[in-house]
């Protein structure tokens, strides 16, 4: 697996209509309160990161509050999305070596391109990035697989910490998150790439497999 394209993991939080505080059966992903992003190059080595509140147009509800930690108070003086996504791409051009050609990637592309793409649609603003995203999700699933670990543990903190990678700050803040979510795609790819010993069936020695 060879990289040949400069990587931003990002993670978002966001906003969501339930009222209380009990969690929703159905989390609508409304408007931005926060991203993080972190930019890999083409070695998976961290260039540089980036993180800003963000005010959005519906109020943080108190589920969101109780799992973020982002409380409305936090995001009243923030700037909307229409300032904090621009200088989110000011930070992606100023630091990358040829943006154009970026790889956004993130946890379950099914939650942060939508939402991300939403935003941009909401205030009018062109989207200058690549239009697909690396799912960090399923590379971390295929390590879990390959590795033995097992894949009935799939969520973020359980494949992190399968991997011995230690959240610097709370997990549900998005730069501690997208950085979790950073140092498990670097790892994920540097073991594929190197192999991994499978089981065979019993009685016989352990298959290597490699992926090119």
Aim: charged share 20%; aromatic share 10%.
């Amino acid at each position: 697996m060879k990289l040949k394209d400069e990587i931003i993991v990002l993670d978002l939080e966001a906003t969501t209509n339930q009222v209380d505080d009990t969690k929703p059966n159905y989390q609508t992903n409304d408007f931005i309160i926060e991203i993080g992003a972190v930019l890999l190059n083409q070695s998976l080595e961290v260039v540089s990161t980036f993180q800003h509140l963000v005010k959005p147009v519906d109020p943080i509800t108190p589920f969101i509050h109780k799992l973020t930690g982002i409380s409305p108070e936090m995001v009243a003086d923030q700037p909307d999305w229409s300032i904090v996504g621009k200088l989110f791409e000011n930070w992606a051009k100023e630091h990358s070596k040829n943006f154009k050609n970026i790889r956004l990637a993130a946890w379950g592309n099914y939650f942060d391109m939508p939402l991300l793409r939403k935003a941009y649609q909401y205030y009018q603003m062109p989207f200058n990035f690549s239009g697909t995203m690396i799912d960090v999700k399923s590379v971390a699933f295929l390590w879990c697989a390959l590795s033995g670990t097992g894949t009935h543990k799939i969520a973020l903190e359980d494949v992190a910490k399968a991997m011995k990678i230690a959240p610097d700050g709370n997990y549900h803040r998005a730069l501690t998150d997208a950085m979790v979510e950073a140092n498990i795609l670097a790892k994920a790819i540097l073991d594929l790439r190197d192999g991994h010993f499978l089981p065979n069936a019993d009685g016989k020695p352990f298959q290597y497999i490699k992926i090119e």
